[in-house]
């Protein structure tokens, strides 16, 4: 009886064995086809960021990018000779300390017993600017040798 109790557990163990080898086999399996699900994601990110770095070099965003900092660059320096060069002495000889900016009317006084003024300096000031960009824009333009579509 010994024996035939041996041999049980002997069959028992080879089928948990068989059954754990079938287990491990079946795993094995699904790593691989996970291994290919991955690799076949990988293909597909990579061709999503070269078609997307493509398209930024079509479309000259980059360009477009370089253009707006050194424009918000040079809008800077401009406003500065604008208030700070070419205004005091438009103001001084309007007769205004605060350059065009300090150039108001007074209209009279309104019913609820408030001045009424007109700031027509800020706007002066404010057109000056909008010419002188312009013309800096314009410059840009044609020192570049850029085409200026005449219509």
Known sequence: ????????KEEATGKKIEK??????KLEE?????ERKVLALGKKGKEGVSGFVGFIRAQGVIGLAVGLV????A???VHSLINNVVMPPLGFLLGSSDGLKGLSWTMGVTPAGEEAVLNYGMFLS??????VI???VYLVMKW????????
């Open 30 to 34: 699904q790593g691989k086809k996970l």
């Open 75 to 77: 809008s800077t320096l």
């Open 1 to 8: 009886m010994e024996k035939s109790a041996k041999s049980k």
């Open 20 to 25: 754990l080898e079938e287990r491990g086999e």
């Open 144 to 151: 570049l040798k850029f085409e200026i579509n005449k219509k």
């Open 126 to 131: 404010d057109l000056i600017n909008f010419l």
């Open 134 to 136: 312009a013309l800096v």
């Open 70 to 73: 050194i424009g918000t660059a």
